[in-house]
């Protein structure tokens, strides 16, 4: 039975349907998870098709398989390491050349390989002309005419993958890079086939081109080889810039020459991207467009997310009580109503806001917009050492946090991408608003908006600064090149963004749902022991904490009870509110938690200010630490978000506090 | 025939790359996304604020900084 499962990797450029097709093949048998040490996502589906058991891995979108991001190493790998049976390259049909560069170096990895020439509507539309059986005899690989979007082409292309998998008609082809590298190829080749190890690895013509043009990645692949000395040294006597030209140079002449004959193409000026980026990426209307459209994306995702974020906490608030109450003894009714249903709310609550969020997102990348915003972005951004594609993710903190650290996937560059995840956690959430409207509406009167939007400036006042601060410290280097394809406009497919919003979401309530939940079991034991005090009272661990802390944060006008409230905020910034009311024995009531706040003498409103101030910068939630964690893979990093957090917190608020006192408020 | 450098083209200007003298990873891209000697390209747009710069090359559309482009080298084609 073993012949009857097939193992398929689809491969291809970026922008040309490869997700389209692996969704219209695999339907809903999907696996979503992380390529193993990286957080490059890994899909696997699988489809039943004549009997055959077809596995297929979605690759990462590249462009080439050089070592030049993360994505390309994970595609290569895992065709040299994984030898799938078949490699599918979707090619799209109205961008054969650029796509044609990709199948030359996937001809060198020597795998069985099949085209699908996706999109052929757009270019039969256009006029141009495919000739597919000189495609065919030219590439040595069968050429199937896919539309993945309607579904056009695809048990055709099955069918030969099954046909592939059986009689191995083609051989494949590779280029030739003409006789003065042809000749340091062999040279190097010689070398490595005196290693047996490596022979039974790697594809060694591949390797000695990747060696010639100074791969680093495939350098470390072969330094533990017996032959590692004498490549090193022959690569010593070469100038791999000059090779590295000289084949990207071959490789594209090959194309030139394949290209008339397999298509001819009409050449059409002003294509409808074209009249579309005329307004779009206008001298004078592109950034107010811009602007304007991602207004009206949050107004969206608040107006769909509240009624479901409302929904969802009155249910738990409903269980909590309903569920608890008459059950014995007190501390498992305390346990499962604060303590696990509360929780399980806690994560529930945000799944709205990234469900709608995941969405938009996906609608503006499938349009082909986001390509834009980091366009009109970039000079902004790089002057303050990020990228184009690092200012979506900043503007999605404003709504969650959350899905916006998972935004950061689309930021090729680690550095980049580590920058941006850390300073996201400075952009004020929707759930810091409660704070200052308390806090604000409290003490501040007729200026309370005015200093609510101060908090939100000072959040991007310091996530700027703090991106810079990392820059020159921890995470130098300069941001990556701009080198971003500008894919002609599309209407997003609707399953696609739901696809992509499912994906997202479900992955934010599997892991991250656990860390939270783990932090809030143990919040939950700080407010509940000692046995037999109340519930989050002074007696409480939380309130010894409270107490603990006070000293340290005396200087910044905190009594212990906004210290007890900070605390609680890590679940969920909103909850500070909630256990205010809970520490000034006033419950829910915000009248009430008003005037209790108003008539102790101990707040002032400096040290409102100051606790607001806090709020916004002290570490980033538990929801958020579960993504940056899960996103960095790495707890050092995690730690580092929280420490770096608490510090910036710590001074702002001392500034504002003591600077606000000898000023004489 | 003078070389110029790709920044200083204008909207619509169509050049042939001579040499791209641009170092470090981003040539390497540069060349896997057609930027190689011999390529034709056009400046479509400039970004609102001035940089990065849209071309056309290899029948597709690619934006790169300034920084970039005014290492790579180029002949007008008339």
Known sequence: ?665 | MTEITLDTLKPGDLARITKVRVKGPARRKLFDMGMVAGSEVELVRKAPLGDPIEFQIKGYHLSIRKEEASQIFVQMIE
């Open chain 1, 1 to 665: 039975m073993e012949n009857r499962k097939i193992r398929v990797a689809l491969a291809g450029n970026p922008n040309v349907g490869k997700t389209t097709l692996f969704n219209t093949i695999t339907g809903s048998r999907q696996h979503v998870g992380n390529w193993p040490g990286v957080t490059v996502e890994k899909k696997t589906g699988v489809r039943t098709y004549r009997g055959y058991e077809i596995e297929i891995t979605d690759l990462p979108g590249t462009y080439s398989l050089t070592a030049y991001s993360m994505d390309e190493i994970v595609a290569r790998d895992y065709i040299i390491e994984e030898k799938p049976d078949i490699v599918i390259q979707i090619v799209d049909a109205s961008n054969l050349e650029r796509n044609l560069y990709l199948t030359t170096q996937l001809m060198e990895l020597e795998t069985e390989m099949i085209i699908a020439l996706n999109m052929c509507d757009l270019a039969l539309e256009r006029g141009d002309k495919l000739y597919i059986n000189k495609m065919q005899e030219i590439l040595a690989a069968p050429v199937v005419q896919t539309v993945a979007s309607k579904g056009i082409g695809i048990n055709e292309l099955l069918d030969r993958v099954i046909e592939q998998k059986h009689d191995e008609k083609y051989h494949g082809r590779e280029i030739g890079y003409g006789d003065l590298i042809e000749s340091k190829v062999l040279e190097i080749e010689k070398v490595l086939l005196t290693d047996p190890e490596l022979i039974k690895k790697y594809p060694m013509r591949w390797m000695s081109i990747r060696l010639l043009e100074g791969d680093s990645n495939v350098r470390a692949k072969i330094e533990k080889s017996a032959a590692a000395e004498a490549i090193n040294e022959l690569l010593a006597s070469i100038d791999q810039e000059e090779y590295e030209a000289e084949i990207a140079d071959k490789r594209y002449v090959a194309i030139n020459a394949i290209f008339p004959q397999i298509c001819t193409r009409c050449n059409v000026r002003l294509t409808k991207s074209d009249m579309i980026d005329r307004v779009l990426t206008n001298k004078y209307l592109g950034i107010p467009i811009f602007l304007a459209l991602m207004w009206g994306a949050f107004e969206l995702t608040f107006a769909f997310a509240t009624p479901f974020t409302d929904m969802i906490e009155r249910a738990f608030v409903w269980l909590a009580v309903n569920v608890s109450s008459g059950l014995e003894p007190e501390w498992l009714a305390s346990l499962l109503g604060d303590g696990i249903i509360g929780g399980v709310g806690a994560v529930l609550t945000f799944v709205p806001n990234i469900f709608i969020l995941f969405f938009l997102l996906s609608l503006l990348e499938g349009s082909g917009y986001l390509a834009r915003a980091a366009f009109i972005m970039d000079r902004l951004m790089y002057k303050i050492g990020m990228h184009g594609k690092s200012f979506i993710p900043l503007l999605m903190g404003f709504g969650c946090n959350v899905p916006a650290i998972m935004a950061t996937r689309s930021i090729e560059d680690e550095k980049d991408r580590l920058i941006t995840l850390l300073v996201v956690p400075f952009v004020s959430c929707g759930a810091r608003l409660p704070i200052y409207i308390l806090l604000a509406g409290a003490f501040f009167g007729r200026q309370a908006g005015t200093v609510v939007f101060f908090m939100y400036i000072l959040g991007i006042v310091i996530a700027v600064i703090s991106a810079k601060l990392l820059r020159t410290t921890i995470v130098k280097g300069r941001p990556a090149p701009f080198i971003m394809e500008m894919p002609p406009y599309r209407v997003p497919t609707l399953r696609a963004s739901v696809v992509h919003m499912w994906d997202n979401g479900a992955m934010y309530i599997k892991k991250a749902g656990t860390v939270i939940l783990l932090g809030v079991v143990i919040i939950w034991s700080l407010a509940s022991f000692p046995w037999g005090i109340e519930y989050g009272s002074e007696e409480s661990y939380v309130g010894m904490l409270g107490h603990l802390f006070a000293p340290l944060l005396e200087p910044l006008g905190f009594d212990w009870r906004m210290t007890v409230a900070l605390v609680f905020g890590l679940v969920a910034k909103e909850i500070v509110v909630a256990s205010m009311g809970v520490l000034y024995g006033v419950g829910d009531n915000p009248e009430a938690l008003t005037a209790s706040l108003v008539a102790d003498p101990s707040v002032t409103a400096l040290s409102a200010l100051s606790l607001m101030v806090f709020s916004l910068l002290y570490m980033p939630c538990v929801a958020t630490l579960g993504v940056i964690k899960k996103e960095t893979g790495s707890w050092k990093w995690t730690a580092f978000a929280l420490a770096y957090g608490v510090a910036v917190a710590w001074m702002m608020a001392f500034l504002v506090y003591q600077g606000g006192r000898l000023l004489g408020y």
